[in-house]
T-cell receptor
Framework: GEDVEQSLFLSVREGDSSVINCTYT??????LYWYKQEPGAGLQLLTY?????DMKQDQRLTVLLNKKDKHLSLRIADTQTGDSAIYFC??????FGAGTRLTVKP | DADVTQTPRNRITKTGKRIMLECSQT?????MYWYRQDPGLGLRLIYY???????NKGEISDGYSVSRQAQAKFSLSLESAIPNQTALYFC??????????FGPGTRLTVT
């Protein structure tokens, strides 16, 4: 079947940039999404990108899409302790990756 | 009040028991979803419904059934629970325009 893959863990220092990577296999994906899950809560949509775009920026968040390599990344600038959470990549809103647990150290 | 509510929030049950997880939403959305979350596996789609008369199997529907009682209600049943159904279960809704709204989750333990 089609897979969405992410590394499971990322640790950064407060103030640094975080980059979370994702690869997907369905070349027909129209939209790709990033969700955030805080402890004890459900997922919340952070941002999404249309497949005909290469980049989308929203305040501290930058999404890069390499459609040729089926690679999606989420960059968080000036990472804060409040950014500690699990980040999920998803394609076409129903197929999710395993999630990357971001830990931000003071 | 929360847009998507799930009951119960936690449940411990024994192997072989029937259990129902309920989901209600006040968003007025037609689309509703059930996922399970397991460590290292992320979210996997169990069933989804695009309107009251529409039910579709997801990636891992075996051992589960659903009922869409109304636009606002979508319940998930385990007819005979088994230990490998121990997981965190999430309900979600959407209007088809990108964002899914998730409930707080139900932690189910099958002993």
């Amino acid at each position: 079947g089609e897979d969405v893959e992410q590394s499971l863990f990322l640790s950064v220092r407060e103030g640094d940039s975080s980059v979370i990577n994702c690869t997907y296999t369905d070349s027909s994906s129209t939209y790709l999404y990033w969700y955030k899950q805080e402890p004890g809560a459900g997922l919340q949509l952070l941002t999404y990108i249309f497949s005909n775009m290469d980049m989308k920026q929203d305040q501290r968040l930058t999404v890069l899409l390499n459609k040729k390599d089926k690679h999606l990344s989420l960059r968080i600038a000036d990472t804060q302790t409040g950014d500690s959470a699990i980040y999920f990549c998803a394609e076409n809103d129903m197929r999710f990756g395993a999630g990357t647990r971001l830990t931000v150290k003071p | 009040d929360a847009d998507v509510t799930q009951t119960p929030r936690n449940r411990i049950t024994k192997t072989g028991k029937r259990i129902m997880l309920e989901c209600s939403q006040t968003k007025g959305h037609d689309r509703m979803y059930w996922y399970r979350q397991d460590p290292g596996l992320g979210l996997r789609l169990i069933y989804y419904s695009f309107d009251v008369k529409d039910i579709n199997k997801g990636e891992i529907s075996d051992g589960y059934s659903v009922s869409r009682q109304a636009q606002a209600k979508f319940s998930l049943s385990l007819e005979s629970a088994i230990p490998n159904q121990t997981a965190l279960y999430f309900c979600a809704t959407s209007d088809g325009n990108h964002e899914q709204y998730f409930g707080p989750g139900t932690r189910l333990t099958v002993t």
